[in-house]
């Protein structure tokens, strides 16, 4: 993944590096997904882009077997599906974040806001809105959710 880039020249070596720590445990190996929702614009219309790949990464010496398998995706997509992962996405990290630190269920307001994102999830995977009250709604919870997780 790279960060944007005002030009590139042809010869010219990208290098956007990410870290990534892993919580202390016993794994055996790790998956890392990334999804990507873009678009562009042509002369007739604005079209939709999601593009997904998937990698598992072995960690630890001791596994039988080194074949790991990954998979990349591209396809269209609608914007509730984009409002789902992003929820979701907020959803797992703040829920992770309280795990690791002791403190779920002591704030109320933050129970709150991951019940209703749950539901929302629920919602638009069932009413699949074009536009509209839900959409925004989606918006304005992924807006609370980013203070929350300190985004």
């Not at 599906?81 to 002591?106: N, P, W, Y």
């Not at 307001?109 to 839900?134: H, Q, V, Y």
């Amino acid at each position: 993944m790279f960060v944007e880039h005002t030009t590139i020249e042809p010869s010219e070596v990208i290098d956007d590096v990410k870290v990534i720590v892993i919580p202390v445990g016993n794994w055996g190996a790790i998956q890392l997904e990334v999804t990507i929702f873009g678009y562009y614009a042509s002369f007739f219309r604005t079209h939709l882009i999601r593009y997904s790949a998937a990698t598992a990464i072995q960690i630890n010496g001791t596994m039988a077997s080194s074949s790991f398998t990954s998979e990349d995706d591209q396809r269209a997509y609608e914007e509730w599906e984009e409002r789902i992962d992003a929820v979701d996405m907020r959803l797992d990290r703040i829920t992770d974040k309280l795990k690791f630190s002791g403190t779920a269920g002591q704030d109320k307001e933050l129970d709150n806001f991951i019940k209703r994102g749950k539901e929302l999830i629920t919602t638009l995977s069932t009413k699949k809105p074009k536009r509209g009250a839900l959409l925004k709604e989606a918006d304005k919870l992924i807006e609370m959710l980013d203070k929350y997780s300190g985004l």
